[in-house]
């Protein structure tokens, strides 16, 4: 009796939770799922030349499709950087950026001129670590990507020093390290950037051919152009000379266009280094910023102190420079980029450009007693813009010259005038008059974000 | 990995063999239980009997069924059954409403019995638990719960509405007044500093998914997620499990709480139809008090006056170019409309004890308070089977549940705007109904013209399968599947764009596809021994939920017409795509005792796997430990406190688990860019690389005192819990210059949740011609960040504080008004004479419930009912208050005219100032950084009022007709000064609704 029931329990019984176990057991798997459609793993990435290459040029891509940074927009340095230096006036005040009443939890600053370019720079800390392990491409490929690499990082700690002073200088992609590093000296981060640059230069393809022709990516000859900036910064004046001299004598390659509206077009000789538009339906984001929509009065205008610094004749007024109205009050508009919007491309955002590398040689030279040189050098510029030639008073009117003539020249460019007032020391006795200006305000807030997430990341005094 | 993979399967296998050890030790161990199989195993007997209440009249649907065995078999419509039983085993009668009865069977055939009418009837009222179900009295583990009696009172489009005021521990906060929206809720506090706090919801066993799935509308409907899918009529009842004797079957998911829906089900008793019908009307229940015209216009001229700037046509069009008489109201313009609601709801139901059907169709709509046609509708198809073969050995039961909801609204939630506008703004609309444009001033009929419209599709099947192998062991199936699909269309009609602009009409188009499945084979095995009753579950579970999204930017259509068609637009672009995977598996027993009626001893664990984790984070344990003492049932309190009609102590820990983070999270990844750089599509860094990351883990302890008195009139649950939650898996906020703002990992911070809940029912008036029921609930709940070893070096250093609450905020501490200059003064802390983060952040505030609960009460006189429900929060919350600093040009509340003016003015409101020098610099300091933005948003509400009459019918078809009005939310006192103290800021709040409706029963 006992054992039949028994019997009928394990009959019926042992099928079953064998099923059981068997579905369970075999099925540990089952939580490998396939793989995500939207990415790709890092390893895979750079196990790949092609998608090695498709990282750089996703950076490219990223700045010049940004809204902020380099990509030319609102937030862009050349806007916000522009409307601090006094050389343009929001339409739309108030504005911070131009007010000085920037506070370290603006978006604009930790989105756009802070994280921006620290994600370029942690994609190029990757790509650099992988180079490293990279057993399968060809020397020459690693060192063109090894060398792209280290100039957009130079390219980045250059702006961000010249921006908000001593910051966290990452070399690795860490983030344990990098998210509990202090700020680090300019000067250290300044030497770096020499490091990096020599590298590119050393390491970079020596002409465009293999971008199509086109100046959209960066060659010896741009990171020379930009080491030569680099050594004005650091008041390096003979290295600065003799960088901006090799770039200028690449004859053929480089020239100054004689129409200045040819200046920013996607084949202007002029340019060194171009970001080429990636958006649909859009050229340069700068044209799309200054030039206003039908009449309104959305962007930002050139600065009463800016128009009338030009001599009158200054073929640049007319060419790079003009006018809307809305009916209430007329204003005056960057117009080195003609093209609000098109699908046509026909401008290209320029970043580096010969005419700053002869303003660059210039000043090397005036500060090193090459007075002649240096004047020659303003007077080409000059002279395009059909002006007449300077004569040779003092040295100091020499320099105060030549920093008019980057004023001038360089205008609703990258920040240019803002940069040069504060690494000339200009900066008090120009922006002095200003509503809320101190000395502190030559640097921009750390974004708040940085510091309460690093203690060890201290604020700009002044914020 | 394949050697975990083995290690793996060898702690499954011992698992098991443990399970089994114990399942066939109680059917062969023990002598005298293999001798009682033997014995009665085949003298089965056939036992009859009718079952009446104590007036004599037959009840139809009471439960018969074997103790210790979850089958049986209900009477039918004279209240007779017939069963088979062995004897020796005893039969229970239970019905609802009725006091339960046990009957030992030895040889009697024909029993009849009567049930006594029971007050409260703990036994009868069974809640289910997820994977099994217990009653009321013989609970282990904290389950709270409302049916769809509770529910019906109150005229919601959403069941979680319903919810709120009703039980303790759950906090439910609604998020906005717009049709289809969201609720924010949270089951006894938050468990996690930054990964999921949102329940586990289930509807009739398929795991649902609760996270918004809105691609485009979230400017007018941020958070609504796909409950709101579910017509409150459609569901039997809400069980929310809460602590870890409760939750721990539900492993990783259970962290939060679990939310189980169980839908209406057929009934027994022959075919019913029922077909009820309500018209509602809704508004905005309060207004804040704005600046009129001329204080806005004395404001605007102060302001100017203390800048010394002129006003002229660019810098103030409001002074100068406006008109200077105009007062609009805009709360009345923009929001002042009432919203109509409609609801039918019909079913037909019916079966007999064998096979039960149900089949309801359900239709709502709902206008909007906004100006022009917007609204919402749904319908919904809901049909269940239910058969049980008549030895109850089979039992199936499959349900599909079909429901389609278009939601047409503004771009945008123009409360703002209502609020803001200035009072003497230009025309917004011509004659003809086209639209003017300023650059000074937003036009809200640019967002009410610019349509979103969204198509909501909800398809949910289950069937559930069982068959008892053996007396006892059953096995059973559960499979599930629901399949989500939203589609989106948000437009800009070329009406709304300035013609003096070159923007280009265009649409978006969003769709998101959710599919999931679940499969779950279980075997149960229920046994009774004289006075022990075991009762074993062993199951898996299998689940994968994919979601897919997908949305489409076209730009520059021809005519507006052709907005909603894409393939019109001149140019065409896949703005966004995401595409994942979730795959689940797990093992889960319980192991339930139950001795003498009085001891319960309740056991259950799962071993989980889930994708989310990295390849050797998948697996982890959870489990829990529940006991219970029904100390009414020994003699010594019988026999000298016999007031105290039932008594329980139970008690419960265990761990749950949390894995409420994204999928693939674990990956170091590159994704495509959106833009190709020369033709050279790129990559962009998508995540970091992830050292391994793990499950969270939630550690519950609850002790709980059940008591119930004078024949349980009174009764009273009081429960006292303490979770603590660690390994917290959060994105740790990292410095920007990492190139990341987050990465996730596991935090060594341990979060307590402590809290205490009281719910009181009582049972004030019974019997005679008038009833009166009342129930008061309340939950003190408290968050506390125990401990963060390192909090000061990491990222969180300025967010949180070991000991504080997980809530607070850390602000610059606002002192007042400076009657001197007239500004906002701060707190500097540090005394460096400048007022800036992190240092002078040292003003705390605690973003969170003090306490809240309801108090409901439910009257009825003959044909009259009467239920009332009232809901209380303590809380601070954020200050009413508006981004630009008075003086700007937008309207304020009007008690911004408490201002300072002349030196030596002690005020409130600092001086007016339209620019930002130091007074517009002070106001968004205060406005941003500072604590000036909290204050207490405590609240009392008039939640509902249900009042009903049913009557009399003469005649045979129909067999019921119920009239009746309901109201929701209805009166609030409060202190706060804005729209409304729960969803509080500039967002539209939760409606008051009046809504009339008939109930014809046939």
């Known amino acids: 009796m006992k054992n039949i029931v028994q019997k009928i329990y394990f009959q019926k019984l042992t099928p079953v939770v064998f099923g059981i176990l068997l579905i369970t057991v075999g099925c540990e798997n089952f939580t490998e799922t396939e793989l995500p459609r939207t990415e790709m793993s890092t390893e895979s990435v750079f196990t790949d030349e092609k998608s090695t290459e498709a990282v750089i040029s996703g950076i490219y891509s990223r700045m010049i499709s940004s809204l902020g940074f380099a990509g030319g927009y609102f937030y862009s340095i050349t806007n916000q950087a522009g409307l601090s230096s006094g050389e343009l006036m929001s339409l739309r005040p108030p504005n911070a950026f131009q007010d000085f009443t920037l506070t370290s939890d603006d978006t604009s600053i930790s989105n756009y001129l802070w994280n921006e370019p620290y994600s370029y720079i942690y994609t190029v800390n990757n790509v650099l670590e992988a180079v490293e392990n990279d057993n399968h491409s060809t020397a020459e490929n690693r060192n063109r990507i090894s060398g792209e690499a280290h100039f957009i990082r130079a390219f980045c700690y250059f702006y961000l020093i010249n921006m908000f002073g001593d910051v966290p200088l990452h070399l690795t992609t860490d983030y344990q390290k990098n998210s509990t590093a202090s700020r680090t000296d300019t000067k250290v981060i300044y030497d770096q950037i020499i490091k990096d640059l020599l590298i590119a230069v050393a390491y970079l393809p020596e002409d465009y051919t293999i971008y199509g022709g086109e100046r959209i990516r960066p060659t010896t000859a741009v990171a020379k152009a930009f080491l030569s900036r680099v050594y004005l910064y650091t008041e390096n004046w003979n290295e600065a000379e003799r960088l901006a001299d090799e770039v200028i004598r690449m004859d053929g390659i480089y020239a100054l266009t004689e129409d200045l509206n040819q200046v920013f077009l996607k084949d202007s000789k002029e340019a060194i280094w171009q970001l080429k538009p990636v958006r649909s339906g859009l050229n340069t984001f700068e044209g799309f910023w200054f030039i206003p929509p039908g009449n309104f009065a959305v962007s930002a205008e050139i600065s009463d102190e800016l128009l009338m610094a030009f001599e009158s004749g200054d073929k640049r007024v007319d060419d790079w420079i003009n006018t809307a109205d809305n009916g209430q009050f007329s204003w005056s508009y960057p117009y080195k980029y003609k093209i609000r919007s098109g699908a046509i491309v026909s401008e290209y955002s320029v970043v580096i450009r010969l005419a700053e590398l002869l303003l660059i040689r210039a000043e090397a030279r005036a500060q090193t007693g090459k007075f002649q040189e240096s004047l020659s050098d303003v007077n080409i510029i000059r002279d395009r813009a059909g002006l007449s030639a300077l004569e040779f008073s003092t040295s100091e009117a020499l320099l105060q010259d030549i920093y008019k003539e980057r004023e001038l020249e360089l205008f609703a460019e990258w920040g240019h005038r803002w940069f040069d007032l504060k690494r000339t020391g200009r900066a008090e006795e120009v922006l002095g008059s200003r509503p809320n200006w101190n000395e502190s305000r030559q640097l921009y807030p750390i974004p708040l974000d940085e510091i309460t997430r690093n203690s060890n990341i201290s604020q700009n005094p002044g914020y | ?1002």
């Open chain 2, 1 to 1002: 990995m394949q050697k975990n993979c083995v290690k793996r399967e060898r702690v499954l296998f011992i698992c098991i063999i443990l399970a089994l050890s114990i399942y066939s030790k109680a059917l062969f161990g023990a002598d005298h239980t293999t001798e009682l199989i033997n014995s009665s195993f085949y003298q089965e007997l056939s036992i009859s009997g009718t079952v009446t209440s104590d007036a004599g009249i037959p009840i139809p649907g009471v439960t018969v069924k074997i103790s210790g065995y979850s089958k049986g078999t209900l009477t039918d419509q004279d209240g007779s059954y017939t069963i088979t039983v062995q004897s020796g085993e005893s039969l229970e009668y239970a019905y609802l409403g009725f006091q339960s009865q046990i009957i030992k069977i030895i040889d009697q055939t024909l029993v009849n019995v009567q049930l006594k009418e029971s007050v409260t009837d703990l036994d009868a009222v069974t809640v289910n638990a997820g994977y099994y179900k217990v009653s009321e009295r013989e609970r282990t583990g904290n389950i709270s719960s409302i049916t769809s009696r509770e529910i019906e009172k109150q005229p919601v489009s959403n069941a979680l509405q319903a919810l709120q005021g009703r039980l303790p521990g759950i906090n439910i906060t609604q998020n906005t007044g717009v049709p289809g929206g969201g609720y924010l809720v949270n089951i006894r506090g938050l468990n996690s500093i930054s990964s999921g706090n949102d329940p586990f919801y289930i509807i009739d066993g398929v795991p649902f998914i609760s996270e918004s799935i809105i691609l485009l509308g979230n400017e007018v409907i941020s958070g609504a997620n796909p409950l709101s899918t579910i017509h409150p009529d459609d569901i039997e009842s809400i069980e929310v499990l809460k602590d870890a004797d409760a939750t721990a079957i539900y492993g990783s998911r259970g962290a939060n709480g679990v939310i189980l829906i169980t839908t209406k089900k057929g009934r027994t008793d022959g075919v019913h139809f029922e077909v009820r019908s309500m018209t509602g009307i809704g508004n905005v229940p309060r207004k804040v008090s704005l600046l009129t015209t001329s204080q806005y216009i004395e404001m605007r001229r102060e302001a100017f006056e203390n800048d010394g700037v002129v006003p002229d046509g660019i810098n103030a069009p409001d002074l100068t170019l406006w008109d200077q008489e105009k007062d609009i109201d805009w709360q009345e313009k923009l929001l002042g409309g009432n919203a109509y609601t409609h609801d039918i709801r019909t079913s037909i139901s019916g079966g007999n004890k064998n096979s039960q059907f149900s089949v309801r169709g359900n239709y709502y709509d709902e206008s909007t308070v906004y100006p022009g046609e917007k609204g919402y509708d749904r319908w919904s198809v809901n049909s269940a089977i239910n058969h049980r073969s008549d030895d109850n050995r089979f039992q199936f039961s499959a349900s599909s549940l079909f429901s389609r909801e278009t939601n047409t609204l503004p771009y945008i939630d123009v409360t703002r705007e209502a609020l803001t506008l200035p009072p003497n703004a230009p025309d917004f609309l011509n004659e003809d109904g086209t639209l003017n444009f300023y650059t000074d001033v937003s036009n809200p009929f640019v967002y009410l013209k610019q349509p979103y419209k969204s198509i909501t599709k909800n398809l949910l099947l289950n069937s559930q399968v069982s068959y008892e192998l053996l007396p006892g062991l059953s096995l059973k199936t559960g499979i599930g599947y629901n399949l989500l699909n939203r589609d989106e269309i948000q437009s800009r009609p070329g009406s709304t764009i300035d013609p003096s602009s070159t923007t280009q009409p265009s649409s978006r188009f969003g769709k998101v596809t959710s599919e999931s499945w679940i499969f779950e084979p279980q075997l149960q095995f229920v046994k009774e021994f004289q006075s022990l009753r075991l009762d074993l579950l062993l199951g898996s579970t299998f689940q994968e939920r994919t979601n897919e999204l997908q949305e489409l930017q076209a730009t520059g259509f021809s005519n507006d017409h052709f907005l909603n068609n894409p393939s019109a637009a001149a140019e065409l672009s896949i703005s966004n795509y995401d595409h994942n995977q979730y795959r689940y598996t797990a093992l889960f027993g319980r192991i339930n005792f139950k001795w003498r009626d009085r001891y319960l001893l309740n056991i259950t664990g799962r071993r989980d796997g889930s994708s989310r984790f990295g390849p050797d984070k998948q697996f982890a344990n959870f489990g829990a430990v529940g006991m219970a003492w029904i100390f009414s049932k020994e003699s010594f309190l019988n026999e000298n406190l016999d007031f105290i009609s039932f008594g329980k102590l139970r008690g419960s820990f265990g761990v749950t688990g949390n894995d409420q983070i994204g999928d693939y999270e674990y990956l170091d990844s590159y994704s495509p860019t959106t833009y190709a750089y020369n033709g050279i599509s790129g990559l962009y860094p998508s995540r970091l690389f992830n050292p391994v990351y793990g499950w969270e883990r939630n550690r519950k302890l609850e002790v709980a005192l059940e008591l119930g008195f004078l024949e349980d009139r009174i009764l009273l649950n009081s429960a006292y819990y303490r979770n603590r939650s660690d390994n917290q898996l959060v994105g740790i906020p990292l410095p920007g210059s990492t190139g990341f703002s987050t990465i996730r990992a596991n935090l060594p911070a341990e979060i307590e949740n402590t809290g205490l809940e009281f719910d009181l029912k009582v049972t004030l008036l019974h019997g005679g011609k008038f009833y009166w029921n009342s129930g008061f609930n309340i939950s003190f709940p408290k968050t506390e960040l125990l401990k963060y070893p390192g909090l000061e070096s990491s990222s969180f250093a300025n967010i949180y504080e070991e000991g504080q609450s997980l809530y607070i905020k850390r602000k610059i501490h606002l002192t007042g008004v400076n009657p001197e200059t007239g500004v906002y003064d701060f707190e500097d802390v540090d005394g460096d004479g400048m007022i800036f983060a992190p240092n002078d952040l040292q003003s705390i505030y605690e973003l969170s419930q003090d306490y809240y609960g309801g108090f409901a009460n439910s009257f009825q006189w003959g044909n009259w009912n009467l239920d009332l429900l009232f809901q209380f929060v303590k809380q601070t919350g954020v200050k009413y208050a508006h981004y630009l600093a008075p003086g700007f040009l937008y309207n304020q509340p009007s008690f911004v005219l408490d201002r300072w003016q002349h030196s030596g003015d002690v005020t409130e409101v600092q001086r007016f100032t339209q620019s930002y020098t130091d007074a517009g610099y002070a106001y968004s300091t205060a406005q941003v950084q500072s604590d000036y933005i909290y204050e207490d948003a405590s609240f009392i509400r008039w939640k509902n009022v249900n009042l009903s009459y049913r009557l009399s019918v003469k005649g045979a078809k129909i067999s019921d007709i119920r009239l009746y009005f309901q109201g929701q939310n209805l009166l609030t006192i409060t202190k706060y000064k804005g729209l409304d103290p729960e969803n509080q800021g500039f967002r539209l709040p939760p409606l008051r609704r009046f809504v009339f409706g008939i109930e014809i029963k046939i």
